[in-house]
């Protein structure tokens, strides 16, 4: 058959390891046209949802060791809030080129759930990761990004630069619709019993730590 002269663009996003602390790992598959992108910078815009957080100070050293290149757009931005205390925040991922795969990029983010509001019953609750925006630009004029692009957009020309470039937001086809994670949450039902454990166990250590303090402290001037 004759080869396509649009090749579709495909996105696939997963999420890493168990726990409180995740990795969101992001693929972009462009089909066999990787010789005409060399020249062609590609952009994640990613709105994380308000049950997660993104740590600036973990993407700051993660940028100095050369693991990942990405920013948080959002200010104010507060890491020890809860989830329903917080707002969605927005990330900017500079991806690069898959070694493992000559037409792909691929980006890494570390993400990590806030605490939430217990609840009346059921142990869980769930936070749905949209799908990301996906902006290029080139240094040179393609016809087949033409054909994958939307809409323009600005935003910066890359990691820590002030210089403002216009990207083509492109049109691809997801894997999945939408990523889905349980949290597990605490039960409203268990909260008179976990104050007052937590309480006495407080009263206790308290307790102990001044009895060794007038035990084998030194209060002579």
């Excluded at 910078?41 to 957080?53: D, M, Q, V, W």
């Excluded at 989830?83 to 080129?97: F, K, P, T, W």
């Excluded at 605490?186 to 060794?212: E, N, P, R």
Aim: proline letters at 5%; charged letters at 20%; glycine letters at 4%.
């Amino acid at each position: 058959g004759m080869r396509p002269t649009c090749p579709e663009i495909i996105l696939r996003q997963e999420v890493l390891k168990d726990g409180f602390h995740r990795d969101l790992l992001i693929k972009v598959k462009f089909g066999e046209i990787m010789e005409d992108l060399q020249t062609c910078r590609l952009l994640i815009k990613h709105s994380i949802p308000a049950g997660l957080f993104v740590d600036p100070y973990e993407l700051a050293s993660l940028q100095e060791k050369n693991i990942t290149e990405a920013e948080m757009v959002s200010e104010n931005f507060n890491i020890e809030a809860p989830s329903y205390l917080s707002e969605e925040s927005e990330v900017l991922i500079y991806a690069r080129q898959d070694a493992r795969c000559v037409d792909c990029f691929q980006a890494f983010l570390p993400v990590h759930y806030r605490y939430h509001r217990p609840h009346s019953e059921g142990a869980e609750t769930l936070i749905v990761v949209r799908n990301p925006d996906l902006l290029m630009s080139c240094d040179r004029e393609l016809p087949v990004l033409r054909s994958w692009a939307q809409s323009e957009a600005a935003a910066p020309c890359a990691l820590r630069s002030k210089d403002i470039c216009q990207w083509s937001s492109l049109k691809y086809r997801p894997i999945h619709k939408n990523v889905t994670l349980q949290v597990p949450v605490g039960l409203s039902i268990h909260t008179s019993l976990v104050c007052s454990v937590t309480l006495l166990v407080t009263i206790l250590c308290s307790s102990l730590i001044l009895v060794a303090v007038f035990k084998y402290g030194n209060f002579s001037l």
